[in-house]
């Protein structure tokens, strides 16, 4: 689990770094940077089929395509605006303090793939749990 500062920047640049370690193939190692209380029942395996399968977890789309996570820093811009949000609750809400928001790019472009992750306050920070991942 990775431990982050409370605040808007510390946490989208983890963010941020969680999606560079799927656009490398790090998918367990991604994984291991998750808060484990409360993945709801995520693996490595089913995060790669469902950013591949554009939010389904079967691995691919409809029509058969697999996507592929791609580097943040080499992602094109969409047609829509990158949607990278941070809430902060003013008092717990089932244990968590936040909310993130945060697009997933795939195939060399920015999707309307959506991570979004739960902020829970521990020693030293917050970590982040993976709640899910699907299209806004």
């Given at each position: 689990m990775r431990v982050v500062q409370r605040s808007n920047e510390a946490v989208l640049a983890a963010v941020e770094e969680w999606i560079e370690l799927l656009a490398?193939?790090?998918?367990?190692?991604?994984?291991?940077?998750?808060?484990?209380n409360g993945q709801y029942e995520w693996t490595?395996?089913?995060?790669?089929?469902?950013?591949?399968?554009?939010g389904d977890p079967c691995g691919h789309t409809n029509d058969g395509v697999s996507h592929r996570v791609t580097s943040v820093a080499?992602?094109?811009?969409?047609?829509t605006p990158v949607y990278r949000d941070?809430?902060?609750?003013?008092?717990?809400?089932?244990?968590f303090i936040g909310v993130v928001h945060h697009d997933i790019p795939l195939d060399g472009e920015w999707s309307d793939l959506t991570a979004i992750f739960l902020?829970?306050?521990?020693?030293g920070g917050v970590s982040?749990?993976?709640d899910q991942l699907h299209v806004l």
């Amino acid at each position: 689990m990775r431990v982050v500062q409370r605040s808007n920047e510390a946490v989208l640049a983890a963010v941020e770094e969680w999606i560079e370690l799927l656009a490398d193939d790090r998918y367990q190692e991604a994984f291991e940077r998750l808060d484990p209380n409360g993945q709801y029942e995520w693996t490595p395996e089913l995060i790669r089929n469902t950013a591949a399968g554009y939010g389904d977890p079967c691995g691919h789309t409809n029509d058969g395509v697999s996507h592929r996570v791609t580097s943040v820093a080499n992602a094109r811009e969409s047609k829509t605006p990158v949607y990278r949000d941070v809430e902060w609750h003013g008092k717990p809400i089932r244990g968590f303090i936040g909310v993130v928001h945060h697009d997933i790019p795939l195939d060399g472009e920015w999707s309307d793939l959506t991570a979004i992750f739960l902020v829970r306050e521990v020693k030293g920070g917050v970590s982040l749990v993976l709640d899910q991942l699907h299209v806004l």
